[in-house]
């Protein structure tokens, strides 16, 4: 029904930045938010950015201040700007797409494929 493709992972030094893009398509209209997740091995899916069809947009504690999510107008691409990265931001990172709009109740109900971002000397 939505198909998401993610892209713009790689490795980076401590202290650089990346960019990711998520190209969504299908059935967009019934999507009203989308998010950036990210896990580690042994670790469940940490929403770490989240932004909705007003614009607004939310935050976790650790990445805030650091990362940037946006949009285009038309929800098709998603994008997640990642600046003053840590070791500890290293994970393969997800973007999702879900109807709830709030940072508590939001849940992905499709998924893209994932992209490894490793940070590292």
């Known amino acids: 029904q939505v198909q998401l493709v993610e892209s713009g992972g790689g490795l980076v030094q401590p202290g650089g930045s990346l960019r990711l893009s998520c190209a969504a398509s299908?059935?967009?209209?019934?999507?009203?938010?989308m998010g950036w997740y990210r896990q580690t091995p042994g670790k469940q899916r940490e929403l770490v950015a989240l932004i909705t069809r007003g614009y607004r947009t939310n935050y976790s504690d650790s990445v805030k201040g650091r990362f940037t999510i946006s949009r285009d107008n038309t929800m098709n691409t998603v994008y997640l700007q990642m600046n003053s990265l840590k070791p500890e931001d290293t994970a393969v990172y997800y973007c999702?797409?879900?109807?709830?709009?709030?940072?508590?109740?939001?849940?992905?109900?499709?998924w893209g494929q994932g992209t490894q971002v490793t940070v590292s000397s």
């Open positions: 999702g797409a879900g109807a709830q709009t709030t940072w508590s109740t939001f849940r992905a109900d499709y």
């Open positions: 299908g059935t967009i209209f019934r999507v009203n938010a």
